[in-house]
């Protein structure tokens, strides 16, 4: 049996409840899957379910249970969304978290994925670079997993006095967040420059900055702390992947190639 | 001077500094003042090309400096760009740093201006303004100056998340030889009243939560590698004696890189020691974290460190005789010891076997670096190797790979912290995410497991 829902978290939760009440075998699709061809039944959203079957889940299989669902739901990994069922239907018939069942492939899968989401929304609280545009602090991402419902707290709470916005290109949605307000995540007309219009949604004021003089600042200072005797790309690359250096403001690279082309030149290393 | 140029000169001259965590503080942020928080396991916010991590703002108050010491670019008898920041202007800098999410704060050391108490002034005056005149909240690491009074380490203290004092060179003789300006006393003392003040505050703070907090993220230090004789057993055990006598919370090694000529020292011309500084990373793990003591670590009668083999493989390779270990019985102790098992993977064993009966098959999901621990192991009795290897086989097998690569400080990712209950971010949806969610309080409850479970219900 097939299961189609809305695409919302909320609407998964139905469909995986709706699943989990049938024996095995219900697959769940999400909006763009491409239809299978067998028939498919609908399951619509059910409003406030998140937070019930979130406190549910926890108090019954233990309190990490409901993070890992929603950060491996999150991941948008193929295949995930029916491994999830599965990971909640051994932790419901063992009555225990799974996840350190890890021989089992749903529970592999689950754990993976959430990790995976876990760990792009950690390196995404330090690789947000917000470029000040007029009062308007403006972050653009292009994260592999949907971690923007994850950054939205810690930058509302760190950075409270501040309007920022933070587009995640992919998926056109923007964390917004008005100076001393709550944040909201909205999305983004697609083909708009996402700038302009969360100019104006964020309610920020006036025309936008040229240059920020600090952006010079941070890429000399960049610059200025790599060790030419200890250069690493590699050790460098696997702690922040090239696909993450396109909206960054500093340029990592940079110290590595002026080594590769003072040695090619035969010039001494710097003094 | 403006101030990008001094930031250049600055920063280049704070880059050897291996500390740059921003770990061991949480504070959030307080609604209506200021800006910033703090994250218990620290954020990293970008990566230099040597593989480095940047988290704070590191840079010196001035690299104008009246000593001379021999291995250091900033000794007074050099000749290199000197520069000073204002306090106001380094913490207007660190404020709009921090508001673009650069950095999560400010690293803040110096040279030695006139005398250790003048400098640690300036030092507390900057971060003083930045604290009290721009609300910031975020991460502060201040290294004290060696022989300032006990009065401007209590100042610091109170203003700065972590206060640690630079111990450099492993050994008295060193010290005296190299810095003839510093004094053993001075770097220990400092260190002491820090460990006793901080757990002071510790009891002060149970007692009365509003009392200041005094270096909430503890103290730190740094030593040198390479440029002294000292061996990787002086150097391990001193970090040991340092972790338990003030309660450090990180010793950092960095290896020398040679920069002035001196008789005592290498040769400007040779290499940096990154192989012997990564393995004397991986020493100082295993004491943290995997319960070794330092004499286990180094092998009686050899001084230093096997560069072939990481050192808990070369342990287990002069203890073959207590291994294979069976996997399903083994204790959380003696899995720790097994070379490719980690303190995250040891974790996993202990709940995955409880729940199920654990095959060799089953090893590698759970973390398990196969490549080395299947010399070491039996799972359900079977060896999880092909066949059992001479001694110097298996040494040539288990050789890592890093000797060949240059390597940089061992920087652990957050998931390999003992406990660390992984990222920092997010648990179930929250405010915003669905913002009209009806409290889970007040709905009845929705689901019983059985309703769950039953097809059809
Ligand atoms: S005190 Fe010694 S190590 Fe520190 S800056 Fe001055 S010369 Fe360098």
């Known amino acids: ?271 | 001077m403006d101030t990008i140029e001094k930031l250049a000169i600055l920063g280049d001259a704070a880059r050897f500094d291996a500390s740059c965590s921003s770990s061991g503080s949480s504070r959030s942020a307080s609604p209506g003042a200021g800006v910033g928080s703090t994250v218990a396991g620290g954020i990293c916010h970008s990566w230099t090309d040597d593989g480095r991590c940047i988290s704070l703002l590191k840079v010196l108050l001035t690299n104008h400096c009246d000593y001379d010491c021999a291995y250091c670019r900033n000794r007074s008898s050099n000749d290199v760009p000197r520069a000073a920041f204002r306090p106001e202007e380094l913490a207007m800098l660190t404020v709009e740093f921090y508001r673009r999410n650069y950095i999560e704060g400010l690293f803040l050391s110096s040279g030695v201006v006139r005398d250790p108490d003048h400098t640690m002034a300036l030092m507390i005056e900057t971060v003083r303004v930045l604290r009290e005149e721009h609300g910031f909240r975020g991460y502060v690491h201040v290294k004290v100056i060696p022989g300032c009074s006990q009065e401007a380490v209590e100042r610091i203290g109170l203003l700065a998340d972590r206060v640690s004092v630079n111990v450099e060179l492993p050994s008295g003789r060193s010290l005296t030889a190299l810095a003839p300006q510093k004094t053993a006393a001075g770097i220990e003392a400092p260190m002491g009243y820090v460990a006793a003040r901080v757990a002071a505050n510790r009891d002060e703070l149970v007692r009365y939560r509003g009392a200041p907090a005094f270096a909430p993220a503890g103290q730190s230090t740094q030593l040198i590698v390479g440029a002294t004789p000292d061996s990787d057993a002086q150097v391990l055990r001193l970090s040991k004696r340092l972790y338990g006598r003030f309660a450090l919370k990180r010793v950092f090694y960095s290896a020398y890189i040679p920069t002035n000529e001196h008789p005592l020292l290498p040769a400007v011309s040779s290499a940096p020691p990154l192989l012997r500084e990564h393995r004397l990373y991986q020493a100082d793990w295993l004491m943290r974290f995997y319960r070794f003591d330092a004499e286990e670590i180094v092998e009686p009668g050899k001084p230093n460190l096997d560069l072939d083999l990481d050192p808990k493989t070369a342990w287990a390779m002069r203890h073959l005789d207590l291994f294979p270990v069976e996997v399903n019985r083994a204790d959380y102790e003696t899995l720790l010891r097994v070379p490719g098992i980690g303190v995250v993977s040891a974790q996993r064993v202990l709940a995955a076997r409880r729940l199920a009966r654990l095959r060799t098959e089953d090893l590698k999901p759970l973390g398990i670096v196969m490549k080395r621990a299947r010399f070491f192991l039996t799972a359900g009795g079977r060896y999880a190797a092909e066949r059992v290897p001479q001694a110097d086989e298996l040494r040539l097998m288990l050789a890592d790979a890093v000797g060949q690569k240059g390597y940089a400080p061992l920087q652990l990712r957050i998931e390999d912290l003992p406990g660390a209950a992984g990222p920092t971010v997010g648990a179930f949806p929250r405010a915003g995410a669905f913002a009209d969610a009806p409290s889970p309080l007040a709905a009845p409850a929705p689901f019983a497991a059985e309703r769950l479970l039953l097809p059809g219900a």
């Not at chain 1, 409840?17 to 491409?34: E, H």
């Not at chain 1, 998140?50 to 491996?72: H, I, M, S």
């Not at chain 1, 700038?195 to 200025?224: K, Q």
């Open chain 1, 1 to 271: 049996m097939f299961l189609r829902y809305d695409g919302t978290f909320e609407g998964f939760l139905t469909a995986a409840a709706a699943a989990l009440r049938a024996p095995p075998g219900v697959c769940l699709l999400r909006p763009d899957d491409p239809p299978p061809l067998l028939p498919v039944e609908e399951a619509p959203a059910e409003a406030g379910l998140a937070d019930r079957l979130g406190a549910y889940l926890a108090e019954r299989l233990g309190p990490e249970v409901p993070a890992t669902v929603y950060q491996a739901w999150l991941s948008g990994m193929p295949g995930v969304d029916d491994a999830i069922v599965g990971f909640l239907r051994i932790g419901l018939a063992r009555r225990t978290d799974p996840s350190g069942l890890l021989q089992d492939p749903t529970v592999r899968t689950t754990v993976k994925a959430a990790r995976r989401t876990g760990r792009e929304a950690h390196a995404y609280l330090g690789l947000v670079r917000f470029r000040l545009r007029g009062s308007l602090y403006f972050a653009e991402i292009e994260p592999d997993t949907d971690v923007l419902p994850l950054l939205g707290d810690h930058f509302a709470e760190r950075f409270h006095d501040q309007t920022f916005a933070i587009h995640d290109l992919r998926r056109n949605r923007a964390v917004l967040h008005p100076a001393g307000g709550g944040w909201e995540i909205a999305a983004v007309g697609e083909g708009t420059h996402g700038e302009e219009g969360l100019d104006a949604r964020a309610g920020a004021a006036g025309a936008v900055a040229p240059v920020d003089g600090f952006e010079a600042m941070w890429r000399r200072y960049f610059d200025a702390m790599a060790i030419e005797e200890r250069l690493n790309p590699g050790l460098q690359r696997n702690h922040m992947p090239k696909k993450r250096w396109r909206h960054l403001v500093e340029r990592p690279g940079a110290a590595q190639a002026a080594s590769d082309a003072r040695r090619a030149s035969g010039a001494p290393r710097r003094p």
